[in-house]
């Protein structure tokens, strides 16, 4: 068997969103916490009893009982990169409001089963907290909107492949969220040593890289992060679990109460 890329340590682990999901589950469900974490334990949780486990989740993710739009605080922690709005008349640069296409997405209101999804997919399979500043680069952000609402700093870039490093360094993100191929580039050697101390999570967007590639991330990017990835609704890695070279996917949590199932 290859040994696992990376596997996180206790602390890591028990300070994790799903880690505190699986104790607070534990009185009404057959879940032992007693021994090690395990995604599959979780997994089990829900497809035991999937109405109760969502109304548990609900109140945990702050996730309303009816259509709403996000409840976000008063100064919303979203920041667009300079980057993101090159395109824009210069006048619109030194605008702090963020571009119209966003703000509607922002203002629209987010169907129950849809956020609640929303927010399994980023508290637990993503392991967004309060205190995390994520870099999103290359793609639209709209999925990832719900982490506002529990104070999660989100970053909107459009930068280069070549500058994702650079710029998670200088923004001290802690979870990089970019397409597949952008890290798969970024994974080399560099002439400069980055700042990357912050960094816990790295999250490939569109499915996962090939096995070499994400040895490379461990070798060139940080060899203590997180490495998932995810596309549409399967995600590969979890926050609880080892990273493997060859990840297998799964169905993300919660979803079959998006389609009814």
């Known amino acids: ?25 534990a ?51 979203l920041r667009l990169h300079p980057l993101a709005v090159r395109a824009a008349p210069a006048e619109d640069q030194r605008s702090t409001q963020p571009p119209a296409t966003l703000a509607a997405a922002l203002a629209r209101p987010w169907d129950p089963a849809h956020q609640l999804a929303a927010r399994a997919a980023l508290l637990l399979h993503a392991d967004l907290r309060p205190d995390d500043v994520v870099l999103l680069a290359g793609l639209p952000p709209d999925a990832w909107l719900p982490a506002l609402t529990s104070g999660t700093t989100l970053i909107v870039s459009t930068t280069t492949p070549a500058a994702l490093l650079p710029l998670a360094a200088e923004t001290g993100a802690t979870v990089l969220a970019a397409p597949a191929g952008w890290i798969a580039a970024a994974a080399f050697p560099r002439p400069d040593r980055l700042h990357l101390a912050a960094l816990r999570s790295v999250i490939a967007l569109g499915g996962p890289m090939a096995p070499a590639s994400r040895a490379r991330v461990y070798a060139w990017i940080k060899p203590d992060v997180m490495l998932l990835a995810q596309a549409g609704d399967r995600w590969w890695g979890n926050p609880l679990s080892p990273v493997c070279a060859r990840p297998v996917a799964e169905r993300a949590l919660f979803r079959d109460a998006m389609s009814g199932r």
């Open 1 to 25: 068997m290859t040994a696992p890329l990376f596997a996180p340590d206790p602390e890591r682990i028990a300070s994790s969103n799903a880690w505190a999901l699986l104790r607070s589950l």
């Open 27 to 77: 009185p009404t469900a057959a879940v032992s916490t007693d021994g090690p974490a395990v995604w599959s334990a979780l997994r089990a949780a829900i497809a035991a009893d999937p109405p109760a486990a969502a109304a548990a989740f609900t109140p945990f993710a702050g996730c309303p009982a009816a259509p709403a739009c996000l409840i976000l605080p008063p100064a919303p922690p």
